[in-house]
């Protein structure tokens, strides 16, 4: 179209006006980056290679960690975490260096001062073999940020890290081999069953073959990759350009600015929804009819959609995914309950009597009486809470009444987290022949409004009888064979052993002609306790240092004497062949005895845990001698230190002896030198 010269002018004064007012006027779209990143989930990150001994030597280790997603993912402050051999003692291998991002089919190495391959590939994090090392029996753990387990490997059924069926051990090796997970090499270190032999290639590869972040990324089949990418978002700044104006005949131009935010994954804090009653234990209508309750601590409304409930049995096997749909109000509750083939139709009565709760969401599997595992997830895969996760029998409720399983508040699942309802159930919820339920569905927790000692056991119903000081007294806790130096003196040896008693009645007890003793009439003289009051729930440890007690590695007994004579407790244990582990009570004094404990002088017993720091003045201790306290002097002098400290090995000593034996050919010798 032909314009004259005076409109063709009065247009481009007023595009150059449009354009001048539109930089003032319109914020400039500064790019930003995008929000955080999810959460990472269990097995996002994975121990892809290990080894725990190679041609250098025992200490010849490294750990391969892959990233099997399709993004990138931060790293940093993460811990790789090692368990003791065959034992639960915890400790830090390395702290992965703070803003380290491993993208999508990348590698980052770990390995010790004395990996052999650091010429070929160099580790992007060492540590010094002399201060920490891998047992070959031992297990390896990824630990993020928030001290969440992401992935481990073990090699003994008895070590505190591992899914759930070990690999065979390390030992004897002087080759270039390691462990890989599946399928290996350029098909990428996918596979994640949650089973360390399923996982893992049944035999060693040969040679080796870490990686480190350098190393060419390898992309697991069918996961697609993602770049983060900038979203504009609207920051006022000073003009820098002229936009390029667009007229359009608007009867009233009026500008209208809308917000377009970009979508993003919701993810949910730990204890943000909680696993607040298990009524595993059934109703009286029928031990089948279980529940399950959940709360809303927070101050508002949860999406549940797509959240996961999962039941887990006692060897953490998946029993039931239950999928969640709904939503859960602040403060309010969502109820699940079994469906039973047993309830009656119609009118169904699921579990309990609609008339007083409604049902939630229904699930089909069994909370067996002997215990099982509950984790609640949300939609991208983090753990938001969990119920029995020490993966025992139940912490509380009962089975000869129906009493459930109470959580005491929005605390951390544990042991002492629940209480067995006790309270009154003439207002509760009814079953479906109309018996009141010994919990609270739906309603506030009785644990939750009166003020209890924490017991995961019942109160008495019986009469009270006046109590009595000797008859409550136990022996809590003893460690009959240390690897640490748990008495602070500088030294590991037995005086680390130890007996913790303690109190559990209603008085203080004098503790004055009170004795501990081992096995009767033989071993270590009975030890007198000093003139000491121990109040009602407190503790007292007795060192070897103090008592001259050898608890013997070889099986012996712990024996609590009142000053009568009478033997108030007694506990005999077999062979012990680790360092570190003690027998304990779960949960303290009125708990059953676990053969595999963390050591906890005067602290409550837990089953994990990590070695403290010794006093700086006793850092530069000598290591701990491996072989039991019935060895002879001759063979303690030839393999510990300081003459034989890298002889002992456990190997030699389980193996059966005789099996193979051959001469060493000397002919200077008029004796023959023979090797087993």
């Not at 938001?384 to 993966?391: H, I, P, Q, R, W």
């Not at 680390?496 to 009767?520: A, H, M, R, T, Y």
């Amino acid at each position: 179209m032909f314009y004259s010269k005076p409109l063709a002018r009065r247009l481009f004064i007023a595009f150059l006006l449009a354009g001048w007012l539109a930089g003032i006027l319109i914020p400039t779209l500064a790019p930003v980056k995008a929000g955080p990143q999810k959460a990472v989930a269990p097995g996002d990150i994975v121990i892809s290679e290990f080894r725990t001994r190679g041609p250098a030597g025992a200490s010849d280790e490294f750990i391969e960690i892959f990233n099997k997603t399709g993004g990138a993912i931060q790293i940093g402050g993460w811990k790789v975490r090692k368990s003791s051999g065959c034992g639960v003692t915890l400790s830090d291998i390395v702290t992965i260096t703070s803003g380290t991002v491993l993208g999508s089919g990348e590698h980052y190495l770990v390995a010790s001062d004395r990996f052999s391959k650091a010429a070929t590939v160099t580790p992007n994090q060492t540590y010094l073999s002399a201060s920490v090392s891998i047992a070959d029996d031992g297990g390896i753990a990824i630990i993020d940020s928030t001290n969440i387990v992401i992935d481990q490997v073990g090699m003994c059924a008895n070590t505190g890290y591992r899914e759930p069926t070990e690999l065979p051990a390390i030992t004897s090796m002087t080759t270039d081999k390691s462990y890989e997970r599946k399928p290996g090499g350029v098909q990428g270190s996918c596979n994640d069953t949650g089973n360390n032999l399923a996982d893992f290639t049944s035999t060693l590869i040969s040679p080796s073959d870490p990686q480190n972040s350098t190393s060419a990324p390898t992309y697991c089949l069918g996961v697609l990759t993602f770049t983060p990418t900038e979203t504009p978002t609207s920051t006022p700044s000073p003009p820098t350009n002229i936009p390029t104006a667009t007229f359009t005949s608007t009867p009233t131009p009026t500008a209208t600015f809308t917000s377009t935010p970009t979508p993003t994954s919701t993810t949910a804090l730990p204890l943000s929804i909680i696993i607040n009653e298990v009524a595993w234990a059934g109703t009286a209508a029928n031990s089948n009819d279980e529940w399950i309750e959940l709360y809303n601590p927070g101050l508002n409304t949860v999406n549940l959609n797509d959240w996961h409930l999962f039941i887990l049995d006692l060897n953490r096997n998946i029993v039931q995914d239950i999928l969640l749909t709904g939503g859960i109000p602040a403060g309010g509750y969502y109820l699940l309950a079994r469906s039973s083939s047993n309830t009656p139709t119609p009118p169904a009565c699921v579990v309990l009597n609609s008339a007083d709760v409604t049902i939630d969401k229904t699930f089909t599997a069994s909370l067996s009486n002997s215990g099982a595992i509950l984790e609640l997830k949300d939609p991208p895969g983090n753990l938001v809470d969990t119920a029995n996760s020490d993966g025992g029998s139940w912490p509380a409720g009962l089975s000869f009444n129906y009493s459930s399983m109470e959580r005491r508040g929005a605390v951390l699942d544990s042991s002492t987290a629940w209480f067995t309802f006790a309270g009154s159930n003439t207002t509760t919820a009814r079953d479906c022949v109309g018996n009141r339920v010994r919990g609270t569905p739906k309603g506030s927790n009785w644990a939750w409004t009166v003020t209890i000692t924490p017991t995961p056991r019942p109160p008495k119903t019986a009469t009270p009888r006046p109590p009595t000081p000797f008859g409550r007294m136990v022996i809590n806790e003893f460690l009959p064979r240390a690897g640490f130096d748990w008495n602070n003196d500088g030294v590991i040896d037995v005086n680390d052993e130890f007996i913790e008693i303690e109190n559990l009645g209603p008085v203080d007890v004098n503790l004055s002609g009170w004795k501990l003793d081992d096995e009767i009439n033989t071993g270590s003289s009975p030890y007198t306790l000093p003139n000491k009051i121990l109040k009602s729930g407190e503790r007292a440890v007795f060192y070897g240092s103090m008592t001259n007690i050898l608890l013997n590695d070889s099986g012996d007994s712990v024996r609590l004497i009142n000053k009568s004579g009478v033997v108030v407790d007694a506990r005999t244990y077999g062979v012990v062949k680790y360092p570190d582990q003690s027998h304990c009570r779960i949960p303290d004094g009125n708990g059953y005895w676990q053969l595999v404990c963390f050591p906890t002088p005067g602290n409550e017993n837990a089953l994990a845990g990590i070695l403290p720091a010794p006093p700086p003045d006793k850092a530069d201790q000598p290591a701990a001698c491996l072989l039991p306290d019935t060895t002879p002097e001759e063979f303690r002098l030839a393999e510990c230190d300081p003459f034989g400290a890298d002889i002992w090995n456990r190997k030699y000593w389980d193996d059966a002896a005789g099996q193979n034996q051959f001469i060493v050919p000397d002919s200077f010798s008029k004796s023959q030198t023979i090797v087993e």
